[in-house]
């Protein structure tokens, strides 16, 4: 085991890892004294204690988690008041529309509460709002958003849309924690099937914008079906046909169009994107 390359790889990774053991220099004696004494076989384990001392313990919810999953909590705010005050609003069509908005408002209710204990019992506080917290007509640029339909379920797909690419956008701080980033993804798995719901119900209700356009249950380059620059943002960046380094369009030399390549994909969205999405549903 060559200690050398090991501290060359963690520096390219944490430059500032030697900072954490004074110097480079005595990150070298504390390899070296402790592969000194054990067997090759312990060295994994020995080093993992030395950086123990370095970066804490290893089995320790990192602030960078509770603060993605109390990100992710706001977000569930939003929706969970934005649905409860949709279902009240007698606007709705009795029956699968209905059914269909009391069913995604039970859901985000519980991903508040499962997200609010799940912070809580790693040792965080848990974000709190209350109804008076928000305003769903984004300064004024939705006053109708309680007593127009057509205006309530593009405000609830704007929701989903954002929140499927929010989740993804923050699955990397949750990767050193199996249990939290399988709990995240899950929500986010929900959140898409709210946004191709919601997107279902608009198109049979023709309520798309403008009419006459095409929208499916996922989002095609950066169509919103909406035509608001209020929402514009939670849209942009779809049209990517790349991933990974990877040109889709036309790969392999199938016909694959720049529509069907950005369908293929959710983007990421990150923090300082979502926060000024929402913010001006924030009061």
């Known amino acids: 085991m060559n200690l050398q390359n090991i501290l060359s790889e963690i520096e390219t990774t944490d430059p500032e890892v030697y900072d954490k053991f004074d ?60 649905y409860i005050k949709a279902v009240a609003s007698g606007i709705i069509p009795v029956g699968e529309s209905l059914n269909a908005l009391t069913v995604i408002r039970d859901h985000e209710n519980e991903h508040v509460a499962f997200l609010s204990t799940a912070i809580t019992a790693a040792g965080g506080t848990p974000v709190s709002f209350k109804a008076t917290d928000f305003d769903f007509t984004a300064k004024g640029n939705f006053p109708g958003v309680f007593t127009d339909y057509g205006t309530l379920l593009a405000v609830a797909q704007t929701f989903e849309d954002t929140g499927v690419r929010a989740y993804k956008g923050q699955a990397p701080n949750l990767i050193s924690n199996n249990d939290y980033l399988q709990a995240a993804l899950q929500i986010h798995s929900v959140e898409a099937r709210h946004a191709a719901r919601l997107r279902e119900m608009r198109k049979k209700a023709n309520l798309l914008v403008p009419a006459g356009v095409d929208v499916k249950p996922w989002i095609t380059l950066n169509q919103s079906g909406i035509a608001s620059p209020a929402v514009q943002a939670s849209y942009d960046g779809e049209e990517s046909v790349v991933q990974a380094g990877v040109t889709i369009t036309n790969i392999g030399g199938f016909p694959i169009s720049a529509k069907a390549a950005s369908e293929a994909f959710d983007e990421p969205l990150t923090k300082d994107q979502v926060s000024a999405i929402v913010k001006p549903f924030f009061n």
């Open 23 to 82: 110097t480079r220099r005595n990150a070298m004696k504390s390899f070296a004294k402790t592969s000194g004494k054990i067997a090759l076989a312990s060295i994994p384990f020995a080093l993992g204690s030395i950086f123990q001392k370095a970066y804490g313990s290893p089995t320790g919810t990192s602030g960078i988690i509770i603060d993605t999953l109390n990100f992710a909590l706001t977000l569930e705010y939003l929706e969970s008041n934005f």
